[in-house]
């Protein structure tokens, strides 16, 4: 085999092993596709107390096939409805919504207790503590790095460039045979860029462990979101959140896509009852009116052009970085003492300086128009 034919083989038997590892059953509205019927390398890549897990059954898991009236089989209090009951665990209304709402199906989808717990959860599923380890761009999201320490899972940051980007190979250098999770954050925090997608393609056909996407930010880029690439991607997991462009931050509802095999696997190992009845009424409203998230997400999308600009000229802002989110970075003469000078006023901004390629920057989230001028002022006046 001459070389040129010999690599394109390998890349195929990369994409067969792959396929192989992660053995697909998406269920896409109805219709079952299987890619491969055995599942043997997700068995490998999991921890094997995990693999091997009965998970709790409770209560509300068990009757089916009846309408229930009287409930007598998990030892609530009959008074004080509805509070009294416990809620549904696996969220079937909300995720109804939330499949109609990002276009993927009920099975490919779930819930948390905020992102931190769709965060957290692929660790204890897939890193044994004190063995396996996971890579991550830097500087990302804190959270990766926080739950890796929590799970004794070692954290292997990978430097951005000067442009906040980075390549594949940069990032597949830096596993090993025990990597089992690549983390990219894209629109990525705190540097408010999405990270090249070329890059998360070939991270995602190269690496045989699992590739976490989080588009917490993705309603504010102009990039189509990777939840839309599931079926091609078996080893891919994306992270979505309520907090940022639904404006609901303050009930905790994350959300992860992927296979039904990993999906199922989330759910063997949550908390039974994770999302609570408030969480999951109040998300039920929200989603039944996306129009109104389309509004803000144009309106704050139009802010963030206009703070930028203002920005730009102000004489105390050094350089303004591109943004896909719902902030952006600003790299400031003096940003510790900017940032004192607006705590003092009563604004807050993060003060992001100590942050690896982040020097004297400070991260601005884009608020409403009053508060943006207000900002503005409070800055012309420094
Ligand atoms: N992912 C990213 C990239 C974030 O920046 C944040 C919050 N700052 C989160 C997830 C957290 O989302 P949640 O509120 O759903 O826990």
Not at 47 to 59: F, Q, T, V
Not at 70 to 83: C, K, Q, R, T, W
Not at 258 to 281: C, G, W
């Amino acid at each position: 085999m001459d070389a040129v034919s010999e690599a394109g083989a390998s890349e195929i038997m990369r994409e067969v092993n792959i396929r192989k590892r992660f053995a697909l059953h998406y269920s896409i509205f109805n219709i079952n596709y299987s890619i491969v019927n055995e599942v043997n390398d997700l068995k490998e890549l999991c921890r094997k107390n995990i693999w091997e897990l009965s998970p709790y059954s409770s209560a509300r898991n068990e009757y089916s096939g009846h309408v229930a009236r009287v409930f007598l089989d998990a030892n609530e209090n009959p008074y004080n409805a509805p509070y009294n009951r416990y809620p549904d665990p696996l969220q079937q209304e909300v995720k109804t919504l939330v499949s109609k709402v990002k276009g993927v199906p009920v099975d490919n989808i779930f819930l948390g207790n905020g992102s931190d717990e769709a965060i957290d959860l692929p660790y204890r599923i897939f890193c044994r503590p004190g063995i396996d380890n996971v890579v991550a761009i830097e500087p990302t999201y804190g959270m990766y790095k926080v739950c890796a320490d929590i799970n004794d899972v070692e954290y292997r940051p990978v430097l951005l460039d000067e442009h906040f980007q980075i390549t594949a190979s940069k990032l597949l250098d830096a596993c090993d045979a025990n990597t089992k999770i690549i983390w990219i954050c894209s629109p990525n925090n705190p540097t408010g860029n999405n990270i090249n997608r070329e890059a998360i393609e070939e991270v995602l056909q190269k690496f045989n462990g699992i590739v976490i996407i989080d588009e917490a930010y993705s309603d504010f880029s102009n990039e189509k979101p990777m939840r839309a690439e599931l079926r091609k991607h078996p080893n891919m997991i994306v992270l979505n959140t309520m907090s940022k462009a639904w404006g609901c931050a303050a009930i905790r509802l994350g959300m992860a896509f992927a296979s039904k095999e990993i999906i199922d696997i989330f759910n063997k190992v949550k908390y039974p009852y994770n999302v609570n009845l408030l969480t999951q009424k109040q998300a039920i409203e929200a989603l039944k009116d996306p129009f109104a998230v389309d509004k803000w997400v144009k309106i704050l999308i139009q802010e963030r052009s206009q703070l930028m600009s203002t920005f730009l000229e102000l004489p105390i802002c050094e350089k303004v970085y591109p943004s896909n989110a719902n902030f952006f970075l600003a790299k400031m003469t003096d940003a510790q003492s900017i940032y004192d000078y607006l705590v003092e006023k009563g604004i807050i901004v993060r003060n992001r300086s100590r942050i690896q390629l982040c020097g004297n920057c400070l991260r601005i989230t884009i608020g409403t128009k009053s508060e943006n001028t207000e900002l503005v002022g409070a800055l012309r006046n420094y």
